[in-house]
């Protein structure tokens, strides 16, 4: 059973930065490639970057120069830090896996930017 946990979310200002986790467990982790999405209130679910098992990296045009995926396959654990944050950047954060053709979620951290 494949379990995804985020942490790392917060109140943070405009401009500023945060640094989000999602530590993997019950998974092939290194063989996987793993994804943020995130959701703001009243939205839908959106894409925001992903990071293949080779570490080939993509991201949404929103946040392309402000947001890196990064992975440490020893500690099974995914990364996105998040800078230059905007006001509409605010909403909750998920990664997000394919395993075994099933997909997987975490719970989510809720990210806000507010002054």
């Known amino acids: 059973q494949v379990q995804l946990a985020e942490s790392g979310g917060g109140l943070v200002q405009p401009g500023g930065s945060l640094r989000l986790s999602c530590a993997a467990s019950?998974?092939?982790?290194?063989?996987?490639?793993m994804a943020w999405y995130r959701q703001a209130p009243g939205k839908q679910r959106e894409w925001v970057a992903t990071?293949?098992?080779?570490?080939?990296?993509n991201y949404a045009d929103s946040v392309k120069g402000r947001f890196t995926i990064s992975r440490d396959n020893a500690k099974n654990t995914v990364y996105l830090q998040m800078n230059s944050l905007k006001p509409e950047d605010t909403a909750v954060y998920y990664c997000?896996?394919?395993?075994?053709?099933?997909?997987?979620w975490g719970q989510g951290t809720q990210v806000t930017v507010s002054s």
């Open positions: 019950g998974s092939i982790f290194s063989s996987n490639a």
């Open positions: 990071i293949t098992s080779g570490e080939s990296t």
């Open positions: 997000h896996t394919f395993e075994r053709g099933l997909g997987y």
